[in-house]
Structure formats: C-alpha cells, structure tokens
C-alpha cells in the first residue's frame, strides 16, 4: 500500500457539468475526510466518513456536492451542475480511529472554464 | 468555526537563515498538528503537539505548544532550500472527531 491514492489528479470541465472523484484510503484507515483548498488557503474541511457513515458535513458542502463511502472502503465526491467558484484542489485524507495522524493524497485540481 | 491565524503569511530568506512561524487561535485545542506542503501535492503530517508547553524537535525544526494550547510555533534553524513549502498548522478538538482544522498557512520560499 503506497498511501492515499486520488483519481483523476487533474480535471478540466465546462461550468454546468457534473464532476466526480475517487478517493482509495490507505487500507487500514476507517476514517476518511474530504477537504477543499483554494490558492493562498489551507486546506477546508468538506466531510468524513467512519467506516461507511458520514459523520460530519461542513456548511460549505452545498446541496450539489454529495459524498459517498459504500463500503467502507474507497469514496466518491460528486459535484453537480458546476460553478467557477468550485474550482479549487479536493483533497482526500485517512487515518486510523483514535489516531490522529491524517494521511492525505496528492489531491484533485478542478478548474471550471 | 475555531478560527486559527498563521503567521506571517510569506516569508523568503536566505539558506542559513533562522525562521519562527507562529499559529494563534482564540481556541484551545486537544493537540495541534503541523504540516508541509509542496506544491500541487497534498499536505504531510511533521509534528503533532499534545501537551501545554510541550516541545519537539524534528532535526531543525522545533515545535512548541503554548501552555494553554491556544498557540504553537514552528522554528527552523539555518534553514535549506528543500525546507521551502507552505507550512500548515492545523488544530484539533476534544471529542474524538480528531478533524484538523487548518489555517492559511505561511507560504516559505529559501533562497540558494
């Protein structure tokens, strides 16, 4: 297991398509959160999953976003109908419960023209 | 929404020079966790900070948590051009959620 692996690294979509990424956690974890960051930020916190629960959602995670752990094992973000405003790098994190080390991926770059 | 302020926000020295990043928050914190980031790649955990006063070092780095674990700081000594990158603090609340909160980040460059 080489880490976090994130799926597409880059995506280039025209405002109004729908958008989804792939998150495979490093295989142990059973947490997974999914973060936005935009240039010159850090990271924001979007939502995380336990297992196959999510736990938490953000206030930023509009009703056009929608995430997904079916099995527990690897996770989707899905984005809809998508704005400027949502291009940004997504990036997907693991970590153990009750650890508190968080393994992130290289992250998605989504750039909405 | 804790709220945590890095600072500066830029900084470009020297190689050899010595730097302290500072992370402030209003907010006391279960343990705060430092990060680097290169760009186009995701963050990397370097220290995670559990104690009031505590400190750590990581070869140059040294890392301190404040006594009321509102506040950290981030010193490196003599500092090399593979130490630039955004440095990212990022707290952590009690309650077993363990979601890092992150701030804005200093953004390092050092120069041959």
């Known amino acids: 297991d080489t880490g976090v692996s994130q799926d597409p690294r880059h995506k280039i979509t025209k405002r109004g398509q729908n958008v989804t990424f792939r998150c495979d956690p490093i295989s142990e974890h059973n947490r997974l959160y999914w973060y936005r960051q935009t240039l010159g930020q850090g990271p924001e916190f979007l939502t995380y999953f336990q297992n196959e629960a999510q736990l938490e959602k953000s206030r930023l995670l509009s009703d056009r976003f929608s995430a997904e752990r079916p099995k527990g094992s690897f996770s989707t973000l899905e984005i809809q109908r998508t704005e400027q405003g949502d291009s940004a790098m997504y990036l997907c994190?693991?970590?153990?419960?009750?650890?508190?080390?968080?393994?992130f991926g290289q992250g998605t770059r989504l750039t909405v023209v | 929404t804790q709220l945590l302020e890095q600072s500066p926000q830029f900084l470009s020295i020297q190689e050899g020079e010595n730097l302290t990043v500072y992370c402030n928050s209003s907010s006391v914190f279960s343990s705060l966790q430092w990060y680097r980031q290169e760009p186009g790649e995701g963050p990397v955990l370097l220290v995670t900070v559990v104690t009031g006063g505590e400190v750590k070092k990581l070869k140059r780095l040294t890392f301190q948590f404040g006594d009321a674990r509102k506040d950290s700081s981030l010193h490196i000594t003599a500092a090399q051009t593979g130490d630039t990158g955004l440095y990212l603090c990022a707290g952590l609340s009690s309650g077993g959620s363990y979601i890092p909160t992150f701030g804005r980040g200093t953004s390092l460059i050092v120069h041959p």
């Open positions: 994190a693991s970590s153990q419960q009750w650890n508190t080390e968080a393994f």
